[in-house]
């Protein structure tokens, strides 16, 4: 990595599998954003924490996730792909910075207030101070640039926040850091009720593509994703919200235009289409599901990328934390 470029900062939350909008949406956008940026990206176990897990379970998902990132090709060779919870500075900084942020501005965080609600029986402080961990994996990197999904945007504004609130106070401590939503937002939606998400949590199994998901499995959940009435395979988000989502995902995947899509299926079916949309998302998916099951049956190499990553995470966020120490008078570690 060479000093002049910017930095870059993104991770996911070590829960469940991915799904194909974690793909579509962040995940392939990664894999060459190291061209632009020195790239960091986490696995942000911490902030699971926030929701309550199974350790078992949890401790293989985190591990799955970062073999899914390494698997849909983000290199560990060239970007620091680490876990949030190896490197204690992220826990550090959040403390202090906890104490730069405002119950009320916490409060008026959509995010918590809809985790609040889900989570009804544990509204717990993680759940509320969440962003000022965020802030903190972000600002200890100096990151610059944030590729993130829409829903994150308010927790950027306010690590931006933060982070001019601290400059202020201390002089330019902080890199204050832009949000990245992606060139086309390849925003998808949930296969069962395109007005929502595609989320990993969706209680209904066919409304999320898994990037583990088989074949068969793939196609099967396509054939049955909603679409309308009317038989023709055309782009209008508001009124053919299914098709359009099906054609978003189709297009992604095989860098074809809505026109080109269009005129691919004009007379067709949508059973043509949607077998169409499935195999090609299979396709994309197959060398994925290889490269993940190859980490899996020889774990060697992932856990001497972690080693190696974790320490250089490390490095960067000790320098970081260390400024910061001082700039509030903490006395000197020795
Ligand atoms: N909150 C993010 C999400 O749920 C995950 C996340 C945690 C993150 N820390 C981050 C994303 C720092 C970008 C940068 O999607």
Redesign the pocket.
């Known amino acids: 990595m060479s000093d002049d470029k910017q930095i870059l ?5 070590a829960t469940g599998s991915l799904t194909l909008g974690n793909y579509l949406g962040a995940l392939k956008n990664w894999v060459k954003m190291h061209e632009e940026y020195d790239c960091y990206y ?1 696995v ?1 176990d911490l ?1 699971s924490l926030t929701v309550r897990q199974d350790p078992v379970k949890f401790r293989q998902n985190a591990k799955k996730l970062y073999a899914l990132y390494v698997a849909a090709g983000l290199d560990p060779e060239i970007n620091c792909v680490y876990f ?1 919870s190896h490197v204690s500075a992220h826990a550090e900084l959040a403390w202090i910075l906890d104490c730069f942020t405002y119950m009320g501005e916490l409060s008026r965080m959509t995010q918590f207030k809809d985790k609040a609600q889900k989570h009804e029986d544990n509204v717990n402080a993680g759940l509320f101070t ?1 962003p000022v ?2 802030a903190s ?2 600002l200890l990197y100096q ?1 610059a640039v ?4 829409i ?2 945007k308010q ?1 950027l504004e306010i690590t931006r926040d933060i982070a001019e609130r601290f400059n202020n106070l201390y002089g330019d401590v902080f890199t204050v850091p832009e949000p990245y939503f992606g060139e086309n937002g390849a925003k998808v939606m949930s296969l069962a009720d395109p007005s929502k998400k595609m989320s990993k949590s969706d209680e209904n199994q066919n409304a999320a593509i898994l990037l583990i998901d088989d074949r068969d499995t793939i196609i099967r959940k396509f054939k049955r994703a909603v679409t309308d009435s009317d038989a023709e395979v055309r782009y209008d988000p508001d009124t053919k919200p299914g098709i359009s989502n099906l054609m978003e995902i189709y297009g992604s995947v095989t860098d074809k235009s809505s026109e080109e899509i269009e005129k691919e299926f004009q007379g067709k079916g949508y059973g043509d289409f949607k077998l169409a949309v499935g195999e090609a998302v299979a396709d994309e998916l197959t060398p994925l599901q290889q490269k993940y099951e190859e980490l899996l049956a020889d774990k060697t190499y992932i856990e001497e990328c972690i080693k190696r990553n974790d320490e250089k995470a490390r490095r960067a966020a000790t320098k970081t934390l260390r400024k910061v120490r001082r700039k509030v008078g903490l006395t000197d570690l020795s």
């Open positions: 900062y993104s991770g996911m939350q986490g942000m902030h949030q969440y961990l965020m994996d972000i990151a944030v590729p993130v999904g829903d994150q927790h």
